[in-house]
């Protein structure tokens, strides 16, 4: 059953720009706004690594390798979770995947990946 809808994925030429989107609908608001909330990404034949988290108190933090370049931000209202990605350069293709945590628990919840390919 899937409960994170993740959108926003496709192929863009280096330099490019794109926004992927993590919503929940399913989940309540008070409850959605107690979770930490981040992406990771994987690409072929690599590690799937930590792009960007967003603690429920809105503290952010980024790989080195997409610092200047990526901007996480959710909207609670939406239950959502954005990452907007400038500047895309070809090392960024990847399946990028949406998470959330619930710090006091440790419940994660996955999102299904979305493709990211950044190509001329």
């Known amino acids: 059953q899937v409960q994170l809808v993740e959108s926003g994925g496709g192929l863009v030429q280096p330099g490019g720009s794109l926004r992927l989107s993590c919503r929940h609908p399913?989940?309540?608001?008070?409850?959605?706004?107690?979770?930490?909330m981040g992406w990771y990404r994987q690409a072929p034949g690599k590690q799937r690594e930590l792009v960007a988290t967003?603690?429920?108190?809105?503290?952010?933090n980024y790989a080195d390798s997409v610092k200047g370049r990526f901007t996480i931000s959710k909207d609670n209202s939406r239950k959502t979770v954005y990452l907007q990605m400038n500047s895309l350069e070809p090392e960024d293709t990847a399946v990028y995947y949406c998470?959330?945590?619930?710090?006091?628990?440790?419940?994660?919840?996955w999102g299904q990946g979305i493709q990211v390919t950044v190509s001329s």
């Open positions: 399913r989940m309540i608001l008070s409850t959605f706004t107690m979770y930490d």
């Open positions: 998470y959330m945590v619930q710090p006091e628990t440790s419940d994660e919840i």
């Open positions: 967003m603690t429920s108190g809105r503290s952010s």
